[in-house]
């Protein structure tokens, strides 16, 4: 009688984030045990998943007396519950019984062989390396911020180290008089716009009137440009309105200006004796300082693809070091390694992209499985099947955008249309996307699929 059971396989996936967990999911769940027997592990700094598009929020302390219930717009500051999901309850289920389908190493990837076909592993705890044989490799290895900042995992470290940063900007955001928030991208706005929430002197449609005289304070958004989120090419008016909003929380916005250095300066005396001296430097070339009580970095970030050989890289201007990869999402030269997100040179990195390559790439990697099981079966038998075909993702250079400047709402486009701060609001701005992430971890949905 003939096993139910297909040939081993092993699947390493780089990367628990907005791409891998759900695709571990996915492979350990809708894999048919007779085509393979799939093991998957999950090689990631984090082992909780970091939900980092609530990230602006989660600089802000907590403020249990304007929870959910009794303020509709939203609530001002989120603490890691609302921010971190640990992974290990959402996979247990897969080693019941002692199946052993499922593995997590804590730790970044350091090199990857692709003809030896290993990954070398410097495990968190304790620094030690870890070789780890596959298959099949998906690379969803995402960002880091260039400023260290925690609006992703942080670079030298994972979920602990990350909680901390955050923590600390909690309690320097608590006492500070004085913030300056640096970068006109998506982060840079939300940050900008959760602070003015909650400490502008002029809080305008926000989760509450202004803030009591003696909880504002000063809050400075540095700009390299005249308006917001040029980086996106979003229209004039987008860029705008996210401006003014802004304006309306008591923000000020410092444009067309750069910060071109930062340095801790002491301060003797107060609650918030450690300071920073920044070094501003405008379009024309003058410089000035400024001293502050919190500095908040959104500067941009660098993916992660500085472990890969250099053959598997688009090491062109446009390419910018992601991952050569064909329209089956599979990169060039190897059909054994797949990749996704912020490592893919076919388009620029977004969650909404993210979501949309997740929707081709679930389906390719299980025709693949398929066929490869085929060949093995083929390879005993002396018999060739034919090969299910892999879907090839389309790349839309759509904008869509949106950027909530606080609980109350924000602003932004799908292609062309300008989009109402109603909507960004029911859509974004109330949760930052928290009230699903726990379906998220447990490998229920995704951003936009919620029969995952």
Not at 20 to 40: C, D, E, I, Q, Y
Not at 166 to 179: E, G, N, W
Not at 235 to 253: F, H, M, N, P, Y
Request: no cysteine.
């Amino acid at each position: 009688m003939a096993s139910s059971t297909g040939p081993d396989h092993t699947v390493v996936i780089l990367g628990a984030g907005y791409a891998g967990v759900p695709m571990a999911h996915h492979l350990l769940k809708r894999t048919p045990a007779n085509v393979a027997n799939v093991r998957v592990i999950l090689v990631a700094p984090n082992d909780a998943l970091f939900f980092n598009t609530a990230a602006p929020r989660g600089l802000l302390p907590v403020d249990d007396t304007k929870n959910s219930s009794s303020n509709p717009k939203g609530t001002p500051g989120y603490g890691d519950d609302r921010l971190f999901y640990d992974l290990a309850p959402a996979f247990a289920k897969y080693n019941a019984g002692g199946a052993k389908r499922f593995e997590q190493v804590v730790g970044r990837a350091t090199s990857l062989d692709p003809d030896r076909q290993t990954v070398e592993v410097k495990l968190l705890a304790g620094g030690e390396a870890k070789t780890v044989h596959y298959d099949t490799v998906l690379i969803a290895t995402g960002s880091d911020m260039t400023d260290g900042s925690p609006f992703k995992v942080v670079s030298y470290g994972g979920t602990a180290e990350t909680k901390a940063a955050l923590a600390a900007y909690r309690a320097q955001v608590k006492t500070a008089a004085h913030i300056v928030v640096a970068g006109g991208g998506l982060t840079g706005v939300e940050v900008a716009g959760e602070l003015g929430s909650v400490y502008g002197s002029k809080v305008v449609g926000g989760a509450a009137p202004a803030a009591p005289k003696s909880e504002q304070k000063e809050i400075l958004f540095v700009i390299n440009e005249p308006l917001p989120l040029g980086v996106y090419g979003a229209k004039e008016s987008v860029r705008q309105t996210a401006a003014d909003r802004l304006a309306a929380l008591g923000v000020r916005i410092v444009a067309n200006t750069t910060v071109t250095a930062a340095a801790a300066a002491s301060a003797p005396g107060g609650n918030n004796p450690q300071r920073t001296v920044l070094t501003l430097t405008d379009k024309a070339g003058k410089t000035s300082t400024l001293e502050t009580d919190v500095y908040i970095p959104a500067l941009g970030s660098t993916v992660n693809t500085g472990f890969l050989p250099e053959r598997l890289l688009d090491t062109s201007a446009k390419g910018k070091r992601r991952v050569r990869a064909r329209t089956t999402l599979q990169a060039e030269g190897y059909d054994n390694i797949f990749v996704i997100g912020d490592a893919l040179d076919l388009i620029g990195p977004s969650l909404k992209n993210v979501t949309e390559q997740l929707e081709v790439l679930a389906p390719n990697m299980q025709a693949y499985l398929k066929n490869w099981a085929a060949s093995q079966s083929g390879a005993k038998s002396g018999s060739a099947a034919a090969a299910a075909p892999l879907k090839e993702y389309a790349v839309s250079n759509m904008i869509v955008l949106a950027a909530s400047t606080g609980p109350a709402g924000g602003t932004g486009q799908m292609g062309s249309m300008k989009l109402p701060s109603l909507l960004v609001w029911f859509f974004k701005a109330r949760y930052l996307g928290t009230d699903k992430a726990q379906e998220y971890a447990d490998g229920s949905r995704t951003a936009q699929n919620s029969k995952w």
